[in-house]
Antibody, heavy 122, light 107 residues
Framework: EVQLVASGGVAIQPGGSVRLSCATS????????MHWVRQIAGRAPEWLCL????????SYLNSVKGRFTISRDNSRGVLFLQMNSLKFEDSALYYC???????????????WGQGTQVTVSS | EIVMTQSPATLSVSPGERVTLSCRAS??????LAWYQQKPGQAPRLLIY???TRATGIPGRFSGSGTGTQFTLTITGLQSEDGAVYYC??????????FGGGTKVEI
């Protein structure tokens, strides 16, 4: 069974930094691109970033580019999101998500973590 | 950025009915569209990809159609457990990958 368990969410002041983790099991982690998606309660999900299978290619939503960094450890099956210079509008539930297929560019999400809450507040 | 627009925002239906949800893309996305179902307190669940292919384990009452800019998710024989918010997502042009605003199905 595929499992993704996100952790690291906190309440933090604007300007602060947080590192989220997503521990995975039940599939060959190194074979799939991975993503972070966030969602504010009552609103649609918002894709943030992706990382290729080998970690050499990343892509970001413009509003987080330069502040957020996605990375992965294929030896441990763990995905990370380093979030710096946090803003009020970054408050959301953060999900890690797995690509459905190893095929390049076909980015849909067939497995999701349970989400971890980040709240940016003064 | 491709903008995805879903309609209606909310739909009130009865069990057994046939439901049609719409999703429109601001520019052509070929058939690179997915549908997700999200129930309260849960992560989204992939229903459909490539506009019309059901994901693993998805019941046959869910079907998708469309290409280009206009897409439809149909639920035939609605069941009580189908009450949820449904989102479309395009993956033709990225970054960014983009979702529609969602349609809430109330039963």
């Amino acid at each position: 069974e595929v499992q993704l368990v996100a952790s690291g969410g906190v309440a933090i002041q604007p300007g602060g930094s947080v590192r989220l983790s997503c521990a995975t099991s039940g599939f060959s982690f190194a074979d799939f691109a991975m993503h972070w998606v966030r969602q504010i309660a009552g609103r649609a999900p918002e894709w943030l970033c992706l990382i290729s299978r080998d970690g050499t290619v990343t892509s970001y939503l413009n509003s987080v580019k330069g502040r957020f960094t996605i990375s992965r450890d294929n030896s441990r099956g763990v995905l990370f999101l380093q979030m710096n210079s946090l803003k009020f509008e970054d408050s959301a539930l953060y999900y890690c998500a797995k690509d459905r297929t190893p095929a390049a560019g076909r980015h849909t999400f067939d497995s999701w973590g349970q989400g971890t809450q980040v709240t940016v507040s003064s | 950025e491709i903008v995805m627009t879903q309609s209606p925002a909310t739909l009130s239906v009865s069990p057994g009915e046939r439901v049609t949800l719409s999703c429109r893309a601001s520019q052509t996305i070929n058939s690179n569209l997915a549908w997700y179902q999200q129930k309260p307190g849960q992560a989204p669940r992939l229903l459909i990809y490539a506009a019309s292919t059901r994901a693993t384990g998805i019941p046959g009452r869910f079907s998708g159609s469309g290409t280009g800019t206009q897409f439809t998710l149909t639920i035939t024989g609605l069941q009580s457990e189908d009450g949820a918010v449904y989102y479309c997502q395009q993956y033709n042009n990225w970054p960014p990958l983009t979702f529609g605003g969602g349609t809430k199905v109330e039963i």
